[in-house]
């Protein structure tokens, strides 16, 4: 199973990114979804997450500003990101919940995208 992201680069300050991050391999469902990003010098935080049922949660620095959305039937999480701000810089990471078989539930991470935001 692999997730791979796709979508970050140079946004300028006001501005909209959108990323995409699509789960692939041989498994049974495709659970949560989320997106988290690291700054430099700062903790990894949790953006934004999404259910299979497309239960939302946001944490507060991005609420009205970023959209998290999903495709089950690709099996990929979106994350429109609008009115950047210089300190949405960061690597945005995706995270999947995933059933491999239906005993087995595992945590899977994409690559990291790049996303640096321009004043």
């Known amino acids: 199973v692999q997730l791979q992201a796709s979508g970050g680069g140079l946004g300028q300050a006001g501005g909209s990114l959108r990323l995409s991050c699509a789960a692939s391999g041989r498994f049974f469902r495709v659970n949560d979804m989320a997106w988290y990003r690291q700054a430099p010098e700062k903790q990894r935080e949790l953006v934004a997450s999404?259910?299979?049922?497309?239960?939302?949660k946001y944490t507060n620095s991005v609420k009205g500003r970023f959209t998290i959305s999903r495709d089950n039937a690709k099996n990929t999480v979106y994350l429109e990101m609008n009115s950047l701000k210089a300190e949405d810089t960061a690597v945005y990471l995706c995270?999947?919940?995933?059933?491999?078989?239906?005993?087995?539930?595992?945590?899977?991470w994409g690559q990291g995208t790049l996303v640096t935001v321009s004043s």
């Open positions: 999404i259910t299979s049922t497309n239960s939302t």
């Open positions: 995270y999947a919940q995933i059933r491999g078989t239906r005993f087995t539930l595992n945590d899977y």
